[in-house]
């Protein structure tokens, strides 16, 4: 709803401060966007309606102009999830290509996180102090960039170092979720994410579809070159992407605010509330003190704790496909064939029915979807997120039994839906619940954190599955389980809140108290 409140003349304050007053006081004042001057003391009128940036989006509703930012980053997530779920072909392919042994090619994954975990915040904090837009665009050009040299690496060094220069600048990934959200109102947005979170897995699913066309008959450095062409495209039409409103607020730039939401109306065919628009108060944006406050604390380290075992469970069941379908076509249960000592990296180049089971293994993340749509808004975020990871660990300890190829994809494909519904749902949680002056950094902070799981994975799925397939999987398990554990008891859920954007609306009528605009 739109604030109303009644906005009285003023004089100019003396410049000699008096006894009891406060200058500061001015600032608390709310200032005016869509008026012919910056001046607050200038409005003459007995009246004023207001409205915040919350309540603009709000009334636009949701129409072409989130439609179009939907694809936009969609198209983005495209270009990433290729660059990225790469891994799960290039890790066997060099293996066998430069005789890697297991702890190379565990080390050639972890480095890859390594770039993401120590520029992950840093990356947060640039987006809130400077913009959602030039952190995307350094992303971009990054990603592009860096994957587009990994094709011309002229041994495993070179590879190694280019994709951790490849981490390093995907760590801002996440930024692009965060602008997303920021644009969606709040009857739409859980939707909105979901179905946004199938252009990674359509992007993930079409690098494992590439490599099955090209690699057996042009090799991997064809593949890479390929998977850039998304990439080229986002930088080409990057201009047409918004800078986030709540940013733009959230820093005080109250005009540049207002031509982005008249260009949301005038997409959208809506019109903004009737009033002027509230500057946000400036707030310290992109600080740990601000993120680490106490009414956050416990959330924030909750959230951390589910997004480490995310990101473990997500990038783990992606690498230890192959493995466990090669396990079980033998039915040993335990193990998988160790090394010989004439071929010590035992290479295993991968066959058409590896492709096909990875193929089929990723379109579980398309079946999580409608299923996620439904329950995201019926029970909530927080259950929704639970029943996830149950359902990941219920999975995670049936791929233990000796069962049928046919039976074990269906639990590996159980495995990658739910996985990935838990991670998206861990995604709008965060978003939802920091405020905007702090959201970029608990994204960049939690992504962090996330990337510490993606680190560790490549050690279990690659070097411990080796010697036992069952401890590998019960590890996978119980960290589902715990992870089950800690949702259940974060301590609120986030469904139908606004966004924060801790903007302070003052009112000048003695009688009312000051309002705090969602």
Known sequence: MWLEMDVKHRTPRSRTPSMGSDENDECQQPLLV???TEDPDAVDANSMRFFTVEDAVERVGFGRFQVMIIFFVGAFSISNAMAVMMIAVLAPVL????????WQVALFTTMLFAGMLVFSVPFGTVADRYGRWPALWMVAFGISCFNFLTAFSPNYYWVVILRTMLGVTFAGGPQMDTLLMEFMPSKYRA???L???IFWSFGGSAVIMLAYLVVPTLGWRYLVVF???PGFFVLIFFKALPESVRYYMAAGKRIKALQVLERMARMNRATLPPGKLVKSSEAPRGTMKELFKRKHLRTLIQDVMLWCGAGALYYGIVLVSSEIMESKASCTGSSVPGSSDVIPCSCKPLTSK??????VSTYGEFIQMPINLFLVDLIGRKLTLTLNLALVCTFFMLLNLCTSVALTTFFLFGVRAFISGAFSMVYIYTVEYFPTNVRALAIGTC???????????????????NYSLSL????YGGLAGFCCLVALLLPQDTMGRKLQDDVHVVSTDSQQPSEQAA
């Not at 293996?95 to 297991?102: K, P, V």
């Not at 996330?450 to 070097?463: E, K, N």
């Not at 590998?472 to 590890?475: D, R």
């Open 195 to 197: 179905i946004y979170a």
């Open 95 to 102: 293996r066998c290509e430069w005789w890697l042994e297991n």
């Open 191 to 193: 939707k909105a994410y």
């Open 34 to 36: 869509n008026d012919d």
């Open 227 to 229: 998977s850039c062409i």
């Open 354 to 359: 590896d492709y096909i089971s990875m193929i």
């Open 472 to 475: 590998a999987l019960y590890v």
């Open 447 to 465: 992504s962090t954190v996330a990337r510490v799981g993606a680190m560790t994975t490549p050690f279990i799925a690659q070097v411990l599955l």
